[in-house]
């Protein structure tokens, strides 16, 4: 099994930035995609960006893209994701994730195609 632990979020005022991170151990895949989600209350969990391992190919939800970017360290064996020009909206807990089905991360933007999540972490953005 996988083990996800995210760990960055917090609170910040709108245009701050925030980096979460997530440290993956026990891997059992070789070739995988992992993503991270969020969810705010009453919601539906939503994808917010995906990356190939190791940085081949990444993706982004409308809504992030340019703001966000996510990035790994396959040394640390942990992907994070940079959360520039903060707004309201992004308050959520986000969740980070591993998938072993998608060949790319455009294609892996659907939570039902990762099996592995991490406990979240919540972002809390202020007006």
């Known amino acids: 099994q996988v083990q996800l632990v995210e760990s960055g979020g917090g609170l910040v005022q709108a245009g701050g930035s925030l980096r979460l991170s997530c440290a993956a151990s026990g891997r059992t895949f070789s070739y995988y995609t992992m993503g991270w989600f969020r969810q705010a209350p009453g919601k539906e969990r939503e994808f917010v960006a995906a990356?190939?391992?190791?940085?081949?190919?990444?993706y982004y939800a409308d809504s992030v893209k340019g703001r966000f970017t996510i990035s790994e360290d396959n040394a640390k064996n942990t992907v994070y994701l940079q959360m520039n020009s903060l707004k309201p909206e992004d308050t959520a807990v986000y969740y980070c994730?591993?998938?072993?089905?998608?060949?790319?991360?455009?294609?892996?933007?659907?939570?039902?195609?990762?099996?592995?999540w991490g406990q979240g972490t919540q972002v809390t953005v202020s007006s």
């Open positions: 994730t591993i998938s072993p089905y998608c060949s790319s991360a455009s294609s892996c933007a659907n939570r039902r195609q990762y099996d592995f």
């Open positions: 990356i190939r391992w190791t940085g081949s190919s990444t």
